[in-house]
């Protein structure tokens, strides 16, 4: 079974930019999780998608938003870029959302710098 | 507020041996706790999980041992191996919300021959 893959891997953009980036869960998986991995703030949660619905959301301002699809694939979009969004963006996908047997299975993350 | 703290960045054990990373928490709803290892430019992979109504959960060489009222996990690795060199996260969510994870800020371990 193929794991979880995000597209692209590498990105670079300039401050006020948009971006978006695309995530593909493990089949047959129905949540999508994102995660922002940096030097400073570690790995910080950033929102959590199940059936096309925002579950849950982390402490991000309202520039990060995502959407996910009926397949279940997500997408993450980051306007108004900062210097300060250059970071390893890690989406990470589950059966169902909630309980403690739902483990989240991470794609390789794609890494974003803003210049 | 950093719920979840690794207060080792760094670890070195040679082949063989134990390896033993800790990891403590501040948020008593915590009840789902998960250790990731990850490689550098790769995601985390998962490596073993524990339910707060556990306090010891085994997988082949590696053991996640909970202690609730210190608020502490810890990870045991024996017999470590050089491939087990890695940065190790644990990670933890409330109730109900187990894809909302709180992760530790990481341990580098090195297992040297």
């Known amino acids: 079974k193929a794991g979880v893959t995000q597209t692209p891997r590498y990105l670079i953009k300039t401050r006020g930019q948009q971006v978006t980036l695309s995530c593909s869960p493990i089949?047959?998986?129905?949540?999508v999780s994102w995660y922002q991995q940096t030097p400073g703030q570690g790995l910080q949660f950033l929102f959590e998608?199940?059936?096309?619905?925002?579950?849950n959301k982390g402490n991000f301002p309202g520039r990060f938003s995502g959407r996910q699809f009926s397949n279940s694939r997500s997408e993450m979009n980051v306007s108004t870029l900062e210097l300060g969004d250059s970071a390893l963006y890690l989406c990470a996908s589950s059966l169902v959302p909630g309980g403690p047997q739902e483990t989240q299975y991470f794609g390789p993350g794609t890494r974003l710098l803003v210049l | 507020d950093q719920q979840v703290k690794q207060n080792s960045p760094s670890l070195s054990v040679q082949e063989g041996r134990i390896s033993i990373l800790n990891c403590d928490y501040t948020?008593?709803?915590?009840?789902?706790f998960l250790w990731y290892k990850k490689y550098p430019a790769e995601g985390p992979t998962f490596l073993i999980s524990i339910s707060s109504i556990k306090d010891k959960n085994e997988d082949g060489r590696f053991t996640v041992f909970l202690n609730k009222s210190a608020k502490h996990l810890s990870l045991h690795i024996v017999p470590s191996q050089p491939g087990d060199s890695a940065v190790y996260f644990c990670a933890a969510s409330p109730p109900g919300t187990a894809s909302k994870l709180t992760f530790g800020t990481g341990t580098r371990l090195q297992v040297t021959l």
């Open positions: 998608y199940f059936s096309e619905t925002q579950r």
């Open positions: 948020n008593s709803m915590f009840d789902y």
């Open positions: 089949s047959g998986h129905r949540s």
